[in-house]
């Protein structure tokens, strides 16, 4: 008798953590069978813009079968029925909700898909609320794996040899395979004065085996310029090295203190940038287009354009660098400039990362991030998985901002 009261609490309790995970599947199935259905206004609300034109494809043929998410529901059921009468076993309810939504999610041709659990998704949203700059050092995300975009000048990593391209290996001696951009954010915040010990890794060719060497860094308290910029020869070349809340006024104010020392051509260097703010990209796009497209949105059968906003302040020539790395809304800006042939664009291949990621917050404490639309240039030309192809190729990196200035002052 004992055993079979224990049975059967077991076979409840095990039921119970089945239907959680069933209702947890058919929540995201109706999430994404909702989200197809809505008009992408919020989303183009919640992405910071105010004023939009949004095109709705016909497409009469596009349907939800709601028969798809029963036979899930079914399934999933079944498996339910068999664990409550016959299971004698155990179930941990975290463990199996995280298991089940990751193998929901691979099922997904998103690559930027994934099922955070609510451990992991405070540590996103920590290191989002209070990214790390103490140690002088902007970070990046490619594959999952988080790498160094740009040192700061002066910094204590600059001084200690960590440059652009190097990959995190190791923090206070906890190595792991892979380190996430959020996970080595969070793990980085300190306080000023505190030291911390990274193992990094230089990647050699192709981005493979490469050398890996020590840093002690001591946190600094010391304001990064996000711009900078220099005039020789009547060219000013200006960098930018993140597209941050604040980047189009700055770049505004810069352009006029160029022109005031002389400045008849202007080169912008967009390498490097991982992405960024598509609101800033737009603005800084106005700041040489005075009317036209920006950039296209399309989410699912809805296309919406974005606007220069005519607030031009600029006319000199222009010459746009880009490299590999260069993603997200800087390769939209840099597809502005070109469609609208206000700019020449140098360099190589950007990474083709133009798409629109949404974390969306889950009712039992974690979260989904998904993919819910992607970028087309002005004439309409796809980025995400394809990139920007410059003007003129320069694969030599160390030439590619000799002969943009070249270019530039040829354009006088």
Known sequence: MEHASQK???????????????????????????????GNTELLTAMGFTSFTTKQEANPGQTVSGNTYNSLSARVAEVQGIIA????????????????????IKTMNDPYARYFDAS??????????????????LFGESDG?????????????????????????????EKKDQWSLPEVTNTLRRD???????????????????????????????PETNIT????????????????????????????????????????DLRNIPGGYLTQAVEIASLFIQS???????????????????????????????????????????????DSQRATVVGVQTQGKGSVQVMQPLSFGGALRYTAATYLSPSGRAIDGV???????????????PIALEIAASNR
């Open 120 to 137: 992991s998704y405070q540590t996103y949203l920590s290191s989002v609320s209070s990214p790390s700059t103490g140690i002088g050092v």
């Open 292 to 338: 036209g497209t920006v950039v296209q949105i399309k989410s699912g059968d809805t296309t919406t354009t974005k606007t220069a906003d005519g607030a031009e302040v600029t006319n000199l020539p222009l010459v746009v660098l880009v490299n590999e790395k260069t993603a997200g809304s800087a390769e939209v800006l840099a597809s502005a400039l070109q």
């Open 192 to 222: 000023e004065g505190e030291t911390v010990y990274i193992t990094w890794r230089r990647p050699g060719k192709d981005n493979a085996g490469g050398t890996t060497f020590n840093t002690s860094l001591r946190y600094e308290n010391s």
């Open 85 to 104: 009468n016959d299971s004698v076993d155990t179930y941990d309810l975290n463990a199996a909700t995280t298991a089940t939504l990751d193998a929901f």
């Open 8 to 38: 059967n609490k077991l076979q409840k309790r095990n039921a119970n953590i089945i239907k959680v995970v069933g209702v947890c599947i058919v929540a995201i199935a109706l999430f994404v069978a909702g989200f197809m259905f809505r």
């Open 145 to 173: 794996s988080c790498y160094v975009v740009d040192v700061f000048e002066g910094s204590e990593a600059a001084n200690m040899g960590v440059l652009p391209g190097d990959y995190v290996e190791a923090i206070d001696g």
């Open 387 to 401: 990139g920007v192809t410059p003007d003129v190729v320069i694969t030599n990196t160390e030439r590619q901002v």
């Open 229 to 268: 910029y220099s005039v020789t020869n009547g060219i000013a070349y200006i960098e930018i090295k993140q597209l941050g809340s604040d980047c189009a006024e700055v770049l505004k104010q810069t352009i006029a203190q160029a022109a005031n020392e002389g400045a008849s051509a202007l080169v912008l």
